[in-house]
C-alpha cells in the first residue's frame, strides 16, 4: 500500500473510482448466484454496508486475499514474499486490512474447517493489527469496522458457494460437510461488527 501505482507501472492497473461499490454488488451477485437456501441476515447485512458505504481513502494496489496463508516468513518472522496475487487491482487498501483483521479475529468455533489466526502464537490481535497500520501508513482506520464486516460478508458469500457445490456433489473432501454451516457464523460477525462501528 505504500507502493505509488505510477511509479512502478500501474497507474492503469484497475479502475479505483467506485472500487468499494463496485465490490459490494459483484459479491451480492455472486450471492445471487449460489443462493439455494434461506440465510436469515445476509440481505440485510448487504443492504446496510450498502447504506454506510465509506468514503475510500487514495487508491493502492490492493492485493484481495491479504491473510496470513498468503505470505512467506523468514527466519526472523518478518514477511519475505506476499504471494497470490490473482485478485489484485487498484482500489481500497482498508479492504486489504478489514479482511486481515476479519481473518484474525476468533470464530468462537473449535474444529472449524475454516480457520483464523485468532491466538496463535506471535499473531497480533485485531485491535494491533489496525493500529500498526495506521501509525505506519497515517491512514485513517476510524471506518474499519465497515471494511471488517464486508470481509465478513464477502466470506459467507465464499462459503455459501462452496457450500452450494457441496451439495450437488461438485466438491467432495474432508469438512466440506460442515462449511454450510459456517455461512450463518459469518454472517452474524459481520452484523455484529457493522453495527459496532
Same mark, same amino acid.
Given at each position: ?21 463496485? *465490490?459490494?454488488?459483484? !459479491? ?13 441476515? =445476509?440481505?440485510?447485512?448487504? #443492504? ?9 481513502? #487514495? ?21 519475505? #514474499?506476499?504471494?497470490?496475487?490473482? +485478485? ?13 483483521? +476479519? ?26 493489527? =489496525?493500529?500498526?497500520?495506521? #501509525? ?9 469496522? !465497515? ?10 458469500? =465464499?462459503?455459501?458457494? =462452496? ?6 456433489? *461438485? ?23 457493522? *453495527?459496532?462501528?
Amino acid at each position: 500500500h505504500a507502493v505509488d501505482p505510477d511509479a512502478v507501472g500501474l497507474g492503469d492497473f484497475g479502475r479505483p473510482e467506485g472500487f468499494l461499490d463496485r *465490490q459490494l454488488r459483484r !459479491w451480492g451477485k455472486q450471492l445471487d448466484a449460489s443462493r439455494n437456501r434461506e440465510l436469515a441476515g =445476509i440481505d440485510e447485512l448487504h #443492504a446496510a454496508l450498502g447504506r454506510a458505504l465509506p468514503a475510500s481513502p #487514495a487508491p493502492t494496489v490492493v492485493h484481495g486475499d491479504y491473510r496470513l496463508d498468503n505470505v512467506l516468513l523468514g527466519p526472523d518472522d518478518r514477511i519475505r #514474499a506476499v504471494l497470490d496475487w490473482e +485478485m489484485s487491482t487498484l482500489g481500497d487498501p482498508l479492504t486489504d486490512l478489514g479482511l486481515l483483521v +476479519m481473518y484474525s479475529s476468533d470464530l468462537g468455533l473449535p474444529r472449524s474447517p475454516v480457520s483464523t489466526t485468532s491466538g496463535a502464537p506471535g499473531h497480533p490481535s485485531p485491535a494491533e493489527l =489496525i493500529e500498526r497500520y495506521a #501509525a505506519r501508513s497515517g491512514r485513517d482506520t476510524s471506518a474499519l469496522s !465497515w471494511y471488517t464486516a464486508f470481509a465478513w460478508f464477502k466470506l459467507a458469500v =465464499i462459503l455459501e458457494g =462452496i457450500h452450494y457445490r457441496y451439495t450437488l456433489g *461438485q466438491t467432495v473432501g474432508a469438512g466440506f460437510d460442515r462449511i454450510g454451516d459456517l455461512v450463518p457464523v459469518f454472517i452474524e460477525h459481520g452484523r455484529t461488527t457493522l *453495527q459496532e462501528g
